[in-house]
């Protein structure tokens, strides 16, 4: 805060170094591949499904698509802050989720609605700082170290709530929250939506997400340009727990329960989406666009298998293969270049 | 050191006998502070204290006790080759799950285990292509493979547990051969024998440290990077597969939803045992250290009656203190608190 | 070298407080209770969200009942799910109570699904030698080394909310809980009666994938109206994995793919799930009301929609009568030595409009 003036005029020349560094990457062959690829992915499964799967392009098809996405989707965005910054994942995005849901629906029942939200607030930045200092202060690896705030946090969860189910009120702000439409459009849709674009500007458009961008691409030249890079971390870690709470809240609404199960496996299915979006696990290259991207399509995807009846193996087997089929264009697109 | 300075009273007879035990001393120091096993030690020491006061039943059953630390850190050992090549193998519930349903489908034992083992192997094969051939993070390629390969065994078995077809054998292989050893745990030795030997005395194991800790500095070296991949990843997927055989003759049946706390379980012994996760560094014997550290303690926490959720505090704890107080970590602490007080400092005659 | 030494020392104590904190929990009253969590704060920073669910942390006054000094009996209980789930939630107390007031000291561990771990907690139980074993499966199919195990110690195995195999039993002393195949069954034969022999069709919305509860449900459903009423037609099915939200989009997907003008009937294997489809009808403006629903459970979700009458119909189950009777049939085993095996199936009371303001199908979470 004080030093950024001090530091800012002394170290503008490397700054200005990552920046460049980042816009000759945004213009190469692999980057407009894989852009191209995950909208040309997604393109051609949406018109073999509006030809071939009957129902498809109804309204409420495309609502069941979007109620499906909104969750994770909110969540995946989050994430992709931890994502680009270099750090692989937060599993602990389980664990958060769940508690958002948990405290969003237990704590109004019992006080109301604004102290839930604050408090889920609080949980948020608690996980945050917390996740952000093991990684950005003490350079552990995030896999573990949100692995480990994963197995805390779902244990405490559940031993101090005793693991109820919690349901809202039938005529409360959250089932209305989770019913209301404007159009034909749900609530959720749209707030999913209005989070993507938000935190897409808050990664292209500010200083905070450039500091995010140029640590993702290069530590040791972001560290060296004055950058107090764990405090990008902290940052890139609390941006994901907002986001993973917001997917809890989302999640909580939708069907007015709650339950510490609820969100099992969001840590592995938000990075799919992520990964499928084509950014990059290494950090540095990818967007907030690109996850909304991933997770619409793998949201269709799974749409078009549940329409056709084929069951759970077959759409997990789908996944699986879509995320290594999606990184080895991207790969082999760098391959060729590089040749 | 303190040692030798103060004691007055050192006999010259007596002083090459010193001398040599100093020499000991400081050769043992030397070996310890190469090793990487330190906090897996410290926190064995720490179970083994807690449980012979509050859980002796942990030493006097003690084959209760080798059969979760077999059941927890089997497919650690596998993971253990990856990781040291700086990759990670995400895969392995999955292939132990898929093994166990391709093992229990066939109708007879031999064939259903060696198809189960070479389904380990292909698995380890087709995730190192992935990552060396075509240039995928392994992350990504083996996340994908937990994805595909957990369908696969919901698609196979028909989303339903398959019985082996001998239950007989099944159960007759779950009872003790030599003394108290069941075959698992003897399995798990032979496993944890080959791979120390392989790791540390063979020079195709200890190109693997090279690959993990340099890679371009290893190819420049003449080691072949491509090769050994593979071969970290077949054995990854090899010991997967052999776990998932081993708990399906045990079970009698083999589970498509098997392995869900696998994953989670053999990172966690292989960390606290000290194997960093970019690779280059660690043993199995760590791992091993490790993964009998989380096995006691579970057994003793389940026989205290702790429930699953405290002790999954408990060991989440315990995780998050072994990645921080790995040695590296500290001093990434150190270098930014100092930092933090040299910014400070600097600010104050200034302003 | 000197902050390596340094952090041995601190992670040795740091770890031996924490032990010693976790294993404090087994006394269960305050104190430890707070230096558990103090002890796990510490580098959790309070991941203290958790702090605001205390207020129903009195409710789960949890651990042995009994204290172990005058408990008559030692029983270890081997259950796949406890607190993580809302059934398991509501089982434990009356199954706690119980055990107190038989003065039955209880040992609880929780595999939570995993075959593998429950074998594990198996081999812990039949070591540490108690008076007896009662047994949940995690995966039926999987559990007869344990009994074999548990036999050969001499360790008499009651079964508990799902039975083994029927090959197994001679190796159990009895068994209390539903008949999940039979719950299926029933609230296929409601789906039978309500649709009176007119031609259908329904969707199907299941519990996790691969779980055995989920797999028995489905079958004794399937099989039953195979058998009673072939003029009820299944037209696509998908699982609900027990939560109400992706049960919801489930449904609705599956109103998408088959018509929603060729739907006359919706069957979900539990309340929760139930719910989450009434949603999805009442999203895209069908009436419930008009479709024969059917499901089973014993949540509060379920009875104020047969009493609203969007749900037509379903089977209840009651956790506490489930937990209670677990501990009661092993406490007669334990004392009375009955010859043959015991079970005792609990009621199949079905639910309609009828009777869902009884109180013996009040809704318990």
């Known amino acids: 805060m004080t030093p950024k003036t001090a530091s800012g005029t002394r170290t503008l020349p490397p700054a200005a170094q990552v920046e460049q560094e980042l816009e000759t990457r945004a213009f190469k062959l692999s980057e407009w591949m894989a852009q191209q690829g995950i909208f040309l992915f997604t393109a051609v499964l949406v018109l073999f499904a509006v030809v071939f ?214 840590d592995f299915r938000a990075l799919a989406a992520i990964i499928v979006g084509g950014t990059s696990v290494f950090g540095g290259r990818g967007s907030v666009m690109r996850t909304l991207l991933g997770v619409v399509f793998v949201s269709v995807l799974t749409n078009i298998m549940v329409l056709s009846g084929l069951g759970f193996g077959f759409q997990q087997m789908a996944i699986g293969l879509l995320i290594v089929l999606a990184v080895s264009v991207d790969a082999l697109a760098r391959k060729t270049r590089a040749a | 050191m303190s040692q030798t300075q103060t004691d007055p009273r050192p006999p010259s007879e ?102 189960a083992l070479a389904t380990g192997l292909i698995v380890g094969a087709v995730n190192a292509f992935f990552v060396v051939v075509v240039g995928i993070n392994s992350f990504i390629a083996t996340l994908g493979m937990l994805f595909f390969l957990r369908g696969a065994a919901f698609v196979i078995s028909g989303e339903a547990p398959v019985r082996i077809a001998d239950v007989d054998a099944g159960i007759a292989f779950g009872q003790p051969v030599i003394g108290p050893l069941t075959p698992r ?40 990077v491509v090769r050994r991949v593979f071969t970290g990843f077949m054995i990854s997927g090899f010991i997967s597969a052999l776990a998932g055989v081993i708990n399906t003759l045990e079970r009698t049946a083999a589970d498509p939803t098997a392995g869900s706390t696998v994953l989670l379980a053999s990172f966690a012994a292989a960390i606290i045992g000290g194997v960093l996760l970019n690779g280059g560094r660690g043993s199995v014997f760590g791992t091993l250290i490790g993964a009998s550290a989380l096995g006691m303690l579970q057994v003793a926490l389940t026989l205290s009656g702790v429930q699953v959720d405290v002790q999954n505090i408990v060991i989440g704890s315990v995780l998050l203190l072994a990645v921080i107080t790995d040695p590296s970590s500290l001093r990434a602490a150190a270098v930014t608190a100092r930092g933090l007080f040299r910014s400070r400092s600097e600010r104050q005659p200034t302003g | 070298m000197r902050t390596r030494r340094l952090t041995g020392l601190v992670g040795l104590l740091t770890a031996g407080a924490l032990f010693l904190a976790a294993c404090g929990d087994d006394g269960s009253n305050d104190t430890t209770t707070d230096a558990n969590e103090d002890a796990a704060g510490e580098d959790a920073a309070g991941d203290d969200g958790a702090d605001g669910g205390a207020d129903d942390g009195a409710e789960d006054a949890e651990e ?66 108690p008076d007896g074993i009662i047994l949940w499966p995690a995966v039926g199919d999987t559990v007869r080394p344990c009994l074999q195990a548990a036999n050969d110690a001499g360790i008499p195995v009651t079964v508990t909310n799902s039975d083994v195999n029927p090959e197994d039993e001679e ?26 022999g007119e031609d259908i069709g329904i969707i199907m919305i299941n519990g996790l994938t691969g779980n ?114 677990a501990v009661t049939l092993m406490h007669e085993v334990l004392t009375q030595d009955p010859g043959e095996r015991i079970v005792r199936f609990m009621p199949d009371v079905k639910v309609t409009i009828d009777n869902a303001e009884d109180p013996d199908v009040e809704p318990e979470w």
Not at chain 1, 85 to 111: C, E, M, P, R, W
Request: aromatic letters at 8%; hydrophobic letters at 50%; proline letters at 3%.
């Open chain 2, 14 to 115: 007596e002083q090459a006998d010193l001398s040599t035990s100093d020499g000991l001393v400081a050769r043992v120091r030397l070996i310890l502070s190469r090793r990487t096993e330190g906090r897996a030690v410290a926190l064995l020491m720490v179970v083994w204290v807690f449980t012979l006061l509050f859980e002796p039943l942990v030493w006097t059953s003690y084959e209760v006790t080798l059969g979760r630390i077999a059941l927890v850190g089997l497919v650690a050992l596998g993971l253990t080759a990856v990781i040291l090549m700086g990759e990670l193998d995400l895969a392995v519930a999955s292939t132990l799950a898929v093994s166990g349903v391709i093992m229990a489908s066939f109708d007879s034992l031999a064939v259903g285990v060696l198809a």
């Open chain 1, 53 to 266: 799967i009957d129902g498809f392009a109804s309204l409420p098809n495309l609502t069941d698509v979007f109620n499906r996405a909104a969750p994770i989707g909110i969540v995946a965005a989050g994430m992709t802050f931890v994502v680009i910054s270099g750090n692989y994942l937060d599993l602990s995005v389980v664990a958060q989720v769940a508690t958002a849901a948990v405290v969003l629906i237990a704590v109004t029942n019992a006080v109301g609605l604004v102290p839930a939200i604050l408090f889920a607030i609080a949980i948020a930045l608690v996980y945050g700082i917390v996740n952000g200092i093991a990684v950005g202060v003490f350079k552990a690896n995030a896999v573990i170290v949100t692995l480990s705030t994963t197995f805390i946090g779902l244990g405490l969860l559940r031993w101090l709530t005793g693991g109820s189910i919690y349901f809202g009120e039938s005529d409360g702000p959250i089932r209305t929250f989770g019913t209301t439409r404007i159009g034909p459009l749900p609530l959720a849709m749209i707030l999913f939506i209005v989070v993507t674009v938000l935190l897409s500007l808050v990664l292209t458009r500010t200083n905070f997400g450039f500091m995010v961008r140029a640590y993702g691409s290069n530590r040791e030249a972001t560290r060296l340009a004055g950058v107090n890079t764990p405090l990008v971390v902290i940052g890139a870690f609390t941006m994901s727990a907002l986001g993973a709470m917001l997917g809890g809240f989302v999640l909580a609404a939708f069907s007015n329960t709650a339950v510490s199960s609820m969100s099992d496996g969001y």
């Open chain 3, 212 to 325: 055995s509860t989920a797999i028995n449900r489905e079958n004794g459903f399937e099989d039953t109206i195979d058998e009673q009423c072939s003029n009820v037609e299944i037209l696509a099915r998908q699982p609900g994995n027990w939560n109400a939200d992706e049960s919801q989009i489930a449904a609705s997907e599956m109103i998408t793919a088959v018509g929603a003008a060729n739907i006359q009937g919706v069957y979900a294997a539990d309340d929760t799930m139930v719910a989450g489809a009434i949603d999805a009808l009442r999203a895209r403006d069908i009436d419930p009301a008009d479709l024969i629903i059917t499901s089973i459970g014993n949540t509060f979700l379920g009875n104020p929609l047969v009493i609203d009458g969007s749900l037509d119909g379903k089977v209840f189950q009651s956790s506490s009568w489930d937990g209670e009777n």
């Open chain 3, 171 to 196: 190796l159990t002393r009895g068994y209390s809980g539903p008949d999940t195949y039979g719950q299926g069954a029933a609230s296929a034969e409601l789906m039978c009666e309500f649709a009176d």
């Open chain 3, 64 to 129: 042995a009942g009994a204290d172990p000094d005058d408990a008559e009996f030692m029983v270890y209980a081997l259950l796949p799910q406890g607190n993580d789930q809302p059934y398991g939630t509501t089982y434990l107390p009356p199954m706690e109570e119980a055990a107190a007031e038989l003065g039955i000291s209880l040992t609880i561990t929780n595999s939570q699904y995993d075959a593998d771990t429950q074998a594990s907690d198996c081999e812990v139980a039949v070591a540490a030698q």
């Open chain 2, 185 to 224: 745990m003897l399995l798990f030795i032979v496993a944890f024998v080959a791979l120390y030997i392989f790791l540390s005395h063979v020079r195709v194991g200890r190109e693997f440290y090279a690959v993990g800790g340099n890679r371009q500095a290893a190819r420049d070296a003449g080691i072949p």
